[in-house]
């Protein structure tokens, strides 16, 4: 197995892990686990991850004595500020809505990174690519549709974080853009840590008008999330950082298969038919842009 299909792959299930206590601190005691749990905000969530993370990254950093403050500074903020915003609002959705969907809306990422990758790399798309993208975004109006006009549904989904997921993976899309650029000047290490040196401030100052305070096994739960994020962004990473980039992102949306598991069989999300088709024409858009852009990568190097 190539090292980049390992990485993403490893990713994915750190990933998973994470989101699975997110959705659990979301529903607070309304989950059967662990009945005492308390509900502790995504933006509380963010901090606690961002100070494991942070505490990993500046060891890491200062053992392979490395600039603190990296090289490509300007990207290394874009990346921080862009990766910020998205994993907070991803947390949100987690709290709001079904697992699944809010995964799979995640899963847009790729297409926007090709978005801003014209945008700010000056890379070409083909006209298949957009064919995909707005397949894509079928899926999602097939969901939105879903939340507006059936009001009996079995999981509650509400258009308003629908949306909110979507900016989410825009922001995650402008965010691997700039792993992408910062390939040639940073160490993965560096990437990473510039989440966490932004957000920690940011999220300090939200999380004083409504702190919640852990107790008990809430400390251990949160000291995962931390550490396996920090897991599931390097292994991303380093997956990113990989010549076959191309090849393995495919991959990456296996995670969207785990999290429907888990939303039907531990939280009992029964998605409806039309939710379902939504999430696979999403499916279906990213990873077909995906190999179209592995094809033309392969034909430019064969020509």
Not at 112 to 117: G, L, V, Y
Not at 167 to 178: E, K, M, V
Not at 222 to 243: N, S, Y
């Amino acid at each position: 197995m190539k090292k980049g299909i390992l990485f993403i792959v490893l990713s994915g299930l750190s990933f998973l892990i994470v989101n699975f206590l997110v959705k659990l601190f979301g529903m607070g005691s309304g989950q059967t686990l662990f009945p005492n749990l308390q509900k502790i905000p995504a933006h509380e969530l963010v901090l606690t991850r961002s100070i494991i993370s942070f505490s990993i990254s500046s060891v890491i950093i200062k053992s392979k004595k490395l600039p603190f403050f990296g090289v490509n500074k300007k990207w290394l903020l874009i990346r921080g500020f862009a990766g910020m915003i998205a994993l907070t609002l991803f947390f949100e959705t987690i709290h709001h809505l079904p697992i699944a969907v809010a995964s799979t809306v995640q899963y847009l990422a790729p297409i926007f990174t090709m978005i801003s990758t014209m945008l700010f790399l000056g890379e070409r798309i083909l006209k298949m690519q957009w064919l995909f993208v707005l397949v894509a975004f079928i899926g999602v109006t097939l969901i939105g549709l879903n939340a507006l006009i059936l009001k009996t549904n079995p999981v509650k989904l509400d258009f308003f974080w629908l949306i909110l997921g979507v900016i989410s993976a825009a922001f995650s899309g402008i965010a691997y853009t700039a792993i992408v650029k910062l390939k040639a000047t940073d160490a993965p290490i560096n990437i990473v840590s510039y989440f966490p040196m932004l957000s920690i401030p940011i999220m300090t100052v939200w999380c004083l008008f409504d702190f919640v305070m852990p107790r008990g096994i809430e400390w251990l739960l949160l000291l995962i999330i931390g550490i396996f994020t920090q897991i599931a962004q390097m292994l991303l990473t380093k997956a990113l950082h990989q010549d076959s980039a191309s090849l393995i992102t495919p991959f990456q949306y296996l995670g969207s298969i785990y999290a429907m598991l888990m939303g039907y069989f531990i939280f009992e999300e029964r998605l409806n038919f039309l939710i379902i088709i939504g999430v696979g024409l999403i499916l279906m858009g990213v990873v077909a842009n995906t190999l179209i852009k592995a094809l033309q990568r392969k034909e430019h190097k064969i020509s």
